[in-house]
């Protein structure tokens, strides 16, 4: 059976019909049945399902990426446009007060980026959370990694995103972040959030875990826009290593370094952008 991925929210369009771009990423996927990936803030999830033609009712289950508010803000709206109970896969660390402190010249700003709901008001919405630690299996076809492997040390380069524990702000681990690796006709498929644990981390740590050495496509938010320029180097290189034959950076990847990926990767590059659709 062939997977069928849809860019459901993004930061921009790609089709000329009533879509709605956002800061934010959300794709649905379509295989043995029917899974969405992310919710982006929810400005444009369920109007842009409906207008691609695909059903909230179909949907079987939820997975979440990370607990930052582009990519959670849907999820209400979507367990109450679908009805009855519905099962979220996340990492508990997503519910975290996550935020990000932005530089104004004199002191940070500090501002909320986390889950905009409490989780007791997801659960009255419908939400049945499902706890993912590790690597683990969603479905037959699709599997989930968390608690990606780091080197000893590792900080995120992005030094504006933060957590507060015991009401302290410090440094978000990304323990939380949540990508995907799905079984398809064509081989394994990645699927990224924002890739906070980082690309090349995620890869290599799928590999190990899978054991595949070749990834046939990888899709979805890198967080390179602020990356250091080896490191993006270092993903491009990734990307080659395990032979990725499509590449379809989004969201968080920025406009310079999703420039630099399509010249490198030429034919093998797709934007990813709303209404995109990937099948393997």
């Known amino acids: 059976m062939k997977t069928k991925i849809t860019v459901i929210c993004e930061n921009s369009v790609m089709l000329p019909f009533p879509l709605i771009a956002e800061h934010g990423l959300s794709f649905l996927i379509e295989n043995e049945d029917v899974t969405l990936y992310d919710t982006g803030q ?18 079987e289950r ?31 660390d997503a519910f975290n007060d996550k935020c990000a402190l932005i530089p104004t010249g004199a002191d940070p700003i500090e501002v909320p980026i986390g889950m905009k709901a409490s989780r007791t008001d997801y659960e009255n ?55 995907l690796v799905l079984s398809t006709e064509s081989g394994p498929v990645v699927l990224l959030g924002c890739a906070h ?6 890869l290599d740590d799928l590999a190990e875990k899978t054991g595949h050495r070749e990834f046939h496509a990888v899709i979805g938010g890198t967080h390179l826009e602020t990356a250091p320029a080896d490191y993006t180097e270092k993903a491009i290189d990734a990307l080659k290593r395990y032979k990725v034959k499509k590449v379809a950076v989004s969201h968080c990847t920025g406009f310079n370094v999703a420039c630099r990926f399509s010249s490198e990767f030429k034919n093998e590059f797709s934007p990813a952008s709303v209404g995109a659709v990937f099948e393997f």
């Open 62 to 92: 939820i997975i979440i990426s990370h607990g930052h508010y582009d990519h959670t803000g849907g999820l209400v709206p979507v367990l109450q446009e679908r009805g009855g109970t519905t099962p979220v896969f996340i990492h508990p």
């Open 125 to 179: 919405a419908g939400a049945s959370f499902q706890p993912v630690r590790g690597f683990q299996k969603i479905t037959g076809l699709i599997s989930a990694i968390t608690e990606v492997k780091r080197p000893a040390g590792w900080k995120t380069w992005d030094v504006r995103l933060k957590h507060k524990v015991n009401g302290k702000v410090t440094d978000d681990p990304f323990d939380d972040d949540l990508s």
């Open 197 to 202: 644990a980082g690309i090349v981390e995620i």
């Open 42 to 59: 929810g400005f444009g999830v369920i109007n842009n399902l409906k207008a691609l033609g695909k059903s909230s009712g179909a949907i």
